[in-house]
Structure formats: C-alpha cells, structure tokens
C-alpha cells in the first residue's frame, strides 16, 4: 500500500493545521507518528479503516481528531490539529496496517505493527 501524506506546515500557538493521508490498497487500521526533533517516534492517533473507530494519545486528545474517506477501495485518513502548542512541532507520519484485525489502543503504537509509511511531513508551530 502506498501512502501519500499532504498539508502540515507553520501554525501559531493556538492555531490549526490539516493534514491528509491517501492509501492506495487495502487497509484495517491506520495512525498518524510523529517525530520531534532529536527525540523517538510517537503515536498521535488511530483509525479503524472500516469502523471509524479512533484512539488518541493523551497528548492530543482533544485537540486533534483523525477521520477516514472511503471511496472504492482507496482511503484518505485525515488528521485535524487544533489548539497547537510548541510541543506538537514535529514531522509528522501517516501509516498503516495491512493485515490482521483493526485493534486499537496504546499497543498499537507499536511502530512494528505497521508495514506501510508515508514520506512524512513537517509541523512548525511558533
């Protein structure tokens, strides 16, 4: 599965950035990581490709939300980011799960479990 990630750019404190994902395949659950700079990669957000079902980190919830398009058998996962903080400045990742059941929860930040990425996309906020 291909994955082609759009938006992301500069924001300020308190503002708002969207950033989109189009998977080309089939997928059963999709996220967005994010990398700050010098630090690990981290999960944002989880979505079930068929259920809608979603899952936040506690950092975000609240202020982000993650939501699907599906249209044939092509999906577009996208991530709204609202009230940004300094902190949430990273380069950002949509990936996703090709197989097994559309699990969600903490675990499934495991970056292992993914087997499709995105070429990432840079989050400014200052």
């Known amino acids: 599965v291909q994955l082609v990630e759009s938006g992301g750019g500069s924001a300020q404190p308190g503002g708002s950035l969207r950033l989109s994902c189009v998977a080309s395949g089939s997928t059963s659950a999709m996220a967005w990581f994010r990398q700050p700079p010098g630090k690990l990669r981290e999960g944002v957000a989880q979505?079930?490709?068929?259920?809608?079902?979603?899952?936040?980190d506690a950092t975000v919830e609240g202020r982000f939300t993650i939501s699907r398009d599906k249209v044939d058998n092509a999906v577009t996962v996208h991530l709204e980011m609202n009230n940004l903080r300094p902190d949430d400045s990273a380069i950002y990742y949509c990936?996703?799960?090709?197989?097994?059941?559309?699990?969600?929860?903490?675990?499934?930040?495991?970056?292992?479990?993914?087997?499709?990425w995105g070429q990432g996309t840079q989050v400014t906020v200052s």
């Open positions: 979505i079930a490709t068929v259920s809608g079902a979603t899952f936040y």
């Open positions: 990936a996703a799960r090709t197989t097994g059941r559309p699990f969600l929860g903490r675990m499934y930040f495991d970056l292992r479990l993914y087997d499709s």
